[in-house]
């Protein structure tokens, strides 16, 4: 019997894997959390275009807390004191921003009280809006979102409380005070702005009531903005030529007051709700009001609170605000 040897068989070394490089703990948080402080430090560098989306983010903004306790909570999991201290920057930047928001900056005193009103022109309960609205008291109320079947309902039902109004189009005012030189403002082919001057005990005060164009968002063009922008321009010439030095300016601008795209009309008059409120007074919708884009805006006077009403039938709040002249 002969046996064959078995051939030799390669003897084969494998090669030695290159190391793994490991991922730092917590990197994807950290980037997170320093990506949001930019944003709160700098909301300005966030480009506008495409879609307009720096007035959206302007606009989201306070809402940005809402990712602050997920980065914790992310950071705490990953167990990595680098992304916990990258959380506490954004935290800081958003108090800075929004901490004196949250604040009661109410005072006492004021001469007249100012009520803005979008009473949508689909609102199934106009009389019980208008009543509910005249038993706020205002010296000075403005209504947005008119239509001609129930702008002669709220004539009627405010007629008693205010012996002075004027109304054309979809927008309004009524007041306790005597009202001259009201005239519609062109700022679109209908009728959405207006002009009074109110002739208070103190003075004449120079009111107007604008409804700026709706904004829509959608995948394919964004933030659509360029209707209400165009007529912002418009209502901010004719008051830049105001002559009366103490102006308040009511209504629904479809725009919170940290839209850059507003800031031609915000950086001349103060937010009545920024310096003298409690809380951002989000209006709309008035079921969960998630932004404020009904506005009192003032110059020349000084806000002393700022408030919300109670909702009525439409889907924003009122808005309220008592003035010292």
Same mark, same amino acid.
């Given at each position: 019997?002969?046996? !064959?040897? @078995?051939?030799?068989?390669?003897? !084969?070394?494998?090669?030695?894997?290159?190391? $793994?490089? $490991? $991922?730092?703990?917590?990197?994807? =948080?950290?980037?997170?959390?320093?990506?949001?402080?930019?944003?709160?430090?700098?909301?300005?560098?966030?480009?506008?275009?495409?879609?307009?989306?720096?007035? *959206?983010?302007?606009?989201?903004?306070?809402?940005?807390?809402?990712?602050?306790?997920?980065?914790?909570?992310?950071?705490?999991?990953?167990?990595?004191? !680098?992304?916990?201290?990258?959380?506490?920057?954004?935290?800081?930047?958003?108090?800075?921003?929004?901490?004196?928001?949250?604040?009661?900056?109410?005072?006492?005193?004021?001469?007249?009280?100012?009520?803005?009103?979008?009473?949508?022109?689909?609102?199934?309960?106009?009389?019980?809006? @208008?009543?509910?609205?005249?038993?706020?008291?205002?010296?000075?109320?403005?209504?947005?979102?008119?239509?001609?079947? =129930?702008?002669?309902?709220?004539?009627?039902?405010?007629?008693?409380?205010?012996?002075?109004?004027?109304?054309?189009?979809?927008? /309004?005012?009524?007041?306790?005070?005597?009202?001259?030189?009201?005239?519609?403002?062109?700022?679109? &082919?209908?009728?959405?702005?207006?002009?009074?001057?109110?002739? !208070?005990?103190?003075? &004449?005060?120079?009111?107007?009531?604008?409804?700026?164009?709706?904004? $829509?968002?959608?995948?394919? @063009? /964004?933030?659509?903005?360029? @209707?209400?922008?165009?007529?912002?321009?418009?209502?901010?010439?004719?008051?830049?030529?105001?002559?009366?030095?103490?102006?308040?300016? *009511?209504?629904?601008?479809?725009?919170?007051?940290?839209?850059?795209? *507003?800031?031609?009309?915000?950086?001349?008059?103060?937010?009545?709700?920024?310096?003298?409120?409690?809380?951002?007074?989000? =209006?709309?919708?008035?079921?969960?009001?998630?932004?404020?884009?009904?506005?009192?805006?003032?110059? /020349?006077?000084?806000?002393?609170?700022?408030?919300?009403? &109670?909702?009525?039938?439409?889907?924003?709040? &009122?808005?309220?605000?008592?003035?010292?002249?």
């Amino acid at each position: 019997m002969t046996i !064959t040897p @078995a051939p030799d068989r390669p003897i !084969t070394t494998a090669e030695p894997r290159p190391p $793994r490089r $490991r $991922r730092r703990r917590g990197a994807l =948080t950290t980037a997170c959390a320093v990506l949001l402080a930019a944003l709160l430090a700098c909301p300005g560098l966030l480009p506008d275009s495409p879609g307009h989306l720096g007035s *959206l983010a302007d606009t989201l903004l306070p809402w940005t807390a809402l990712t602050l306790p997920l980065l914790l909570v992310s950071a705490l999991v990953r167990r990595s004191r !680098t992304a916990l201290a990258a959380v506490a920057l954004p935290l800081v930047l958003w108090l800075t921003a929004f901490g004196s928001t949250l604040t009661d900056k109410s005072a006492g005193g004021g001469d007249l009280t100012v009520v803005s009103h979008n009473v949508n022109q689909d609102n199934p309960d106009p009389e019980g809006t @208008a009543r509910q609205l005249a038993a706020a008291h205002a010296d000075i109320l403005a209504l947005e979102e008119l239509s001609p079947g =129930t702008a002669p309902v709220y004539e009627r039902t405010l007629a008693p409380a205010y012996r002075y109004h004027f109304f054309q189009g979809t927008v /309004g005012i009524w007041s306790v005070f005597p009202l001259h030189d009201a005239r519609s403002l062109p700022i679109m &082919p209908w009728s959405r702005a207006l002009r009074a001057t109110a002739e !208070t005990p103190r003075g &004449p005060l120079a009111v107007y009531v604008a409804h700026l164009p709706s904004v $829509r968002v959608s995948p394919a @063009a /964004g933030f659509t903005t360029g @209707a209400r922008d165009a007529a912002l321009a418009r209502l901010t010439g004719f008051i830049r030529a105001e002559d009366v030095p103490r102006a308040v300016v *009511l209504g629904d601008f479809n725009g919170s007051a940290d839209d850059r795209a *507003l800031r031609p009309l915000t950086s001349r008059f103060a937010s009545a709700q920024a310096t003298s409120g409690a809380g951002f007074g989000f =209006t709309w919708p008035s079921g969960f009001p998630v932004v404020r884009i009904d506005q009192i805006l003032v110059g /020349g006077v000084r806000a002393t609170s700022s408030w919300t009403l &109670p909702a009525t039938r439409s889907d924003h709040l &009122p808005v309220a605000a008592r003035i010292a002249l």
